[in-house]
């Protein structure tokens, strides 16, 4: 008899787990977001941040930090990007800060597939890198580290890499997963005439590029990038923190 009753007693229990995560527990996971007091910008050429450092036990479905970027194309130099100029940089960037900002403005940091959409839906791609996997750099070893973002002109040209725990990377553009081929095809964040060609970027070769109608003289290209962190629910998807931005920077010419 009371093996019968022990029986009938976990199968409630059991029943009551499986209902709970049929309900969408998934939904209260908690992914911490990275605060703009952790984000410090020189200019249109750098970004040091201060990755936060978590208990992977607390946090078991953390997996790594991924940088969302978009590249636009301007008549116009700024040394200092801001909301007072992105308008008159390209209309699109002002766009897409507006459309991103009531998410990086927000307390709340319950993880959700959506933001992983935003992006997608405004073209943004995921950072890459050269010879590396950016989510294994980025992964667990990456937290309480401190991360840099160089896109300073030097001479001899450095391309713009991305530095972390003394090791450096060379920043390379996405190809969408294989839906297009950027060009040049070393993907660096150069500013060459292939990658702010307007022919390549309305022909979607260019699918990270913006452009900007009407330039007679030079034309800029800029990149503005957000930081989000990224984890995997029970049911194997990505989920993510709020964004947060980073900024908009300057490429250099080759």
């Not at 597939?113 to 010879?131: P, Q, V």
């Not at 090791?167 to 993907?187: A, C, D, E, I, V």
Request: aromatic share 16%; proline share 5%.
């Amino acid at each position: 008899m009371k093996k019968k009753i022990y029986f009938v007693f976990f199968a409630a229990v059991w029943a009551f787990v499986v209902s709970i995560g049929s309900c969408g527990i998934e939904d209260y996971l908690f992914l911490f977001s990275i605060p703009s007091g952790s984000i410090s910008v020189t200019l249109n050429q750098e970004a040091v941040i201060r990755l936060p450092d978590v208990s992977l036990t607390d946090y078991y479905y953390f997996t790594h930090f991924t940088i969302y970027y978009r590249i636009y194309v301007s008549e116009k130099f700024y040394p200092m990007i801001n909301t007072g100029n992105m308008n008159e940089l390209n209309a699109a960037l002002s766009s897409d800060y507006n459309a991103f900002l009531p998410y990086t403005n927000t307390d709340t940091n319950n993880a959700a597939a959506s933001i992983g959409t935003l992006f997608n839906n405004r073209h943004y791609y995921s950072l890459m890198l050269e010879g590396a996997d950016i989510d294994d750099v980025l992964g667990s070893s990456a937290l309480g580290k401190t991360l840099t973002l160089d896109f300073i002109e030097s001479s001899p040209r450095s391309a713009p890499n991305l530095t972390i725990d003394n090791r450096k990377y060379t920043l390379q553009r996405s190809t969408g997963n294989g839906l297009f081929r950027p060009m040049p095809m070393n993907r660096y964040f150069f500013n060459t005439s292939e990658l702010n060609d307007p022919l390549n970027i309305t022909t979607g070769i260019n699918a990270d590029v913006v452009n900007k109608a009407d330039i007679t003289g030079t034309r800029y290209t800029y990149t503005a990038m957000y930081i989000v962190v990224t984890g995997m629910d029970s049911n194997f998807s990505s989920i993510y923190s709020v964004p947060s931005f980073i900024g908009v920077f300057y490429l250099p010419a080759p």
